[in-house]
């Protein structure tokens, strides 16, 4: 595959979206990102009120910048994708701003390593140099559309870090493929050993081939059950190559906390 295919390639996977659950009904309004961007998944305002139940981050795959638009105090924070569910703290009563990027995009200003970033979350400025009163200023915007306006005319030239295009590639097809990336298949994609190329992903993305293809699996599996016409369990475990439905649930359960029947009855409530 020539370079240019592999500079593209994002481009493709605009459609998909990091889904998540518990923050659908909190969304006060949401935009599409590939309006502005080919590297990011969508912008969101959310607020929670007091009789709201907690808020989780599930396995998604993407970095969310969240800005707590508090007129007094305003503060940001960046959030690397969880390798489980994650309480997520909200003040009640507060407006916030979310940017959640593509799965595996890495933005070029954030000073910190891809593996440090997992299951963390913190202060924008202690990862962020160069971008004084960035913060404040997409806080007192009125709109969405000011603050990605700001956000924009401060970073457009460092939305993503540059990786190796073993792993532009390899992200592109697991995505495609819905999560199965099997490591022989890789090789053939790439023309390079399991080793190598899974050297290079892990230092690229922070972590590894597999994890990463099980959480797209995972997002393909709650996409697809957020679907007004919700498929039987067996099919989708077919449908998404696990092994059997015992797998499909274990595995699920490791991502959300809750079992895929679980998972049906509240999002059916969302809806």
Same mark, same amino acid.
């Given at each position: 595959?020539?370079?240019?295919?592999?500079?593209?390639?994002?481009?493709?996977?605009?459609?998909?979206?990091?889904?998540?659950?518990?923050?659908?009904?909190?969304?006060?309004q949401r935009?599409?990102?590939?309006?502005?961007?080919e590297f990011v998944s969508e912008f969101y305002q959310m607020q929670i009120s007091e009789d709201h139940p907690p808020v989780f981050a599930v396995p998604d795959g993407c970095i969310d910048i969240l800005f707590e638009c508090d007129q007094h105090n305003p503060q940001a924070r960046i959030c690397g994708s969880t390798l489980h569910s994650q309480y997520v703290e909200l003040k009640e009563n507060i407006p916030?701003?979310?940017?959640?990027?593509?799965?595996?995009?890495?933005p070029?200003?954030?000073? =910190?390593?891809?593996?440090? /970033?997992?299951?963390? @979350?913190?202060?924008?400025? $202690?990862?962020v140099e160069n971008? *004084?009163?960035?913060?404040?200023?997409?806080?007192?915007?009125?709109?969405?559309?000011?603050? =990605?306006?700001?956000?924009? /005319?401060?970073?457009? @030239?460092?939305?993503?870090? $540059?990786?190796?295009?073993?792993? *532009?590639?390899i992200i592109h097809y697991i995505i495609q493929q819905n999560g199965?990336?099997?490591?022989?298949?890789?090789?053939?994609?790439t023309g390079y050993s399991s080793r190598h190329i899974q050297r290079i992903f892990k230092q690229d993305i922070g972590m590894s081939i597999k994890t990463f293809a099980?959480?797209?699996?995972?997002?393909?599996?709650?996409?697809?059950?957020?679907?007004?016409?919700?498929?039987?369990l067996a099919h989708l475990t077919y449908e998404l190559g696990y092994n059997d439905q015992a797998h499909f649930h274990k595995e699920f359960?490791?991502?959300?906390?809750?079992?895929?029947t679980d998972f049906i009855k509240f999002i059916t409530k969302l809806n």
């Open positions: 595959m020539e370079m240019n295919t592999y500079q593209k390639q994002y481009k493709t996977l605009h459609h998909f979206h990091g889904l998540q659950p518990f923050f659908k009904k909190r969304h006060c935009l599409i990102g590939q309006q502005y961007t916030y701003f979310g940017i959640r990027f593509l799965p595996g995009v890495i070029k200003f954030i000073g =910190i390593s891809a593996s440090d /970033l997992i299951n963390q @979350s913190i202060n924008f400025y $202690d990862l971008n *004084e009163n960035l913060v404040e200023r997409i806080v007192y915007a009125d709109s969405i559309d000011e603050k =990605i306006n700001i956000f924009f /005319l401060s970073v457009s @030239s460092q939305l993503k870090r $540059d990786f190796s295009y073993i792993t *532009e590639s199965e990336g099997k490591i022989k298949d890789l090789e053939k994609i099980c959480i797209m699996r995972f997002q393909a599996a709650i996409h697809a059950l957020d679907h007004p016409t919700t498929p039987k359960k490791k991502f959300s906390d809750m079992a895929p």
